[in-house]
């Protein structure tokens, strides 16, 4: 059974930091395209970072400079840092896995920027 587990959402002031986690079982996140994914109130989920099982990384060119993803292929965890968090950012966002047709989602973590 493959789990994905989103954790380290929060409330957060703007310009504020945070660092989401998404654990994974299951599967080995090491040979995975790993998406990190956010969805706002009345808007469609949009991708906001992946990274392949190769190792690239690509953003979204709203968080680009801002966001990092990163893979520890020992705790078979994928993170998300956030840095200068802008109001834009409160979405709940959501971990996917993704290997050929295999494709697998968390249940998300609240992310709300709000001053």
């Known amino acids: 059974q493959v789990q994905l587990v989103e954790s380290g959402g929060a409330l957060v002031q703007p310009g504020g930091s945070l660092r989401l986690s998404c654990a994974a079982s299951?599967?080995?996140?090491?040979?995975?395209?790993m998406g990190w994914y956010r969805q706002a109130p009345g808007k469609e989920r949009e991708l906001v970072a992946k990274?392949?099982?190769?190792?690239?990384?690509n953003y979204a060119d709203s968080v680009k400079g801002r966001f990092t993803v990163s893979r520890d292929n020992a705790k078979n965890t994928v993170y998300l840092q956030m840095n200068s968090l802008k109001l834009e950012d409160t979405a709940g966002y959501y971990c996917?896995?993704?290997?050929?047709?295999?494709?697998?989602w968390g249940q998300g973590t609240q992310v709300t920027v709000s001053s």
């Open positions: 299951g599967i080995i996140v090491s040979i995975y395209h």
């Open positions: 990274i392949t099982s190769g190792g690239s990384t």
């Open positions: 996917n896995a993704n290997r050929a047709t295999r494709d697998y």
